[in-house]
């Protein structure tokens, strides 16, 4: 981990999974989050009610608590959830990892564009489409490489260039997979672990790339484990 906040915000991540898993398990969606896990029969939740709960008042404790900017998730609680979440049971799918925020551009689109949601909301990998047609990923790592590479150029204007100027430059436009939205958890931690460069997941209805894009799942998503 290179610092607290990426460590807490990864707990947040990975407890994200536990959360959806035990919300699906639940037909009352007035009940609080400790009693769906202290009244659940679900074999993996009775098992793991102590452990569960602990994790949400760590979760609680970043999320709600005033000075959740000093607190710093320990090492031990990270592999605690660690080993927690190696143990839910496989019908944890792609949509309920995935992010449905999905921010998309065409290729004749600025590159002013991508470059305002690199800034104002830190995401940094964008599909990029040709009418209803995938290309690839756009990345900062792309725009990038294409600043470096127009570093004898004597005028570069940010405001004329276009997302087709750009992309080819981007090492990662083609380090992508299309995944179904029922894909299990296991595959996509696998995928991750053994597609070498996988940068994306994106999420259809069966995996078919002809199909609406439905949401995305990162390496960073699951990089807690």
């Not at 049971?89 to 925020?101: E, N, R, W, Y």
Request: glycine share 4%; charged share 25%.
């Amino acid at each position: 981990m290179q610092n607290n906040t990426n460590r807490n915000d990864q707990f947040i991540i990975g407890f994200k999974i536990l959360e959806d898993y035990i919300n699906s398990l639940s037909y009352n969606h007035d009940k609080s989050l400790k009693e769906k896990i202290n009244e659940s029969n679900d074999l993996f939740i009775k098992r793991n009610t102590v452990t569960l709960n602990k994790l949400r008042e760590i979760r609680n404790a970043l999320s709600h608590g005033t000075s959740s900017q000093y607190f710093e998730v320990s090492k031990e609680a990270i592999e605690i959830l660690e080993n927690t979440l190696h143990m839910i049971p496989v019908d944890v799918t792609a949509s309920s990892i995935m992010s449905k925020q999905i921010i998309k551009f065409d290729i004749t689109d600025e590159i002013t564009k991508p470059l305002r949601c690199i800034k104002d909301k830190g995401i940094s990998q964008f599909p990029i489409y040709r009418d209803d047609e995938l290309v690839g990923l756009l990345t900062d790592n792309g725009i990038s490489n294409w600043l470096a590479n127009s570093i004898d150029t004597d005028i570069i204007s940010i405001q004329e260039t276009r997302i087709n100027d750009v992309i080819n430059n981007d090492e990662n436009r083609n380090h992508f997979r299309f995944v179904s939205k029922h894909q299990n958890f296991s595959e996509i931690h696998r995928m991750f672990k053994e597609i070498l460069n996988l940068k994306v997941l994106l999420v259809t209805e069966s995996g078919s790339q002809n199909q609406s894009l439905l949401g995305i799942i990162t390496s960073w998503d699951i990089s807690i484990f």
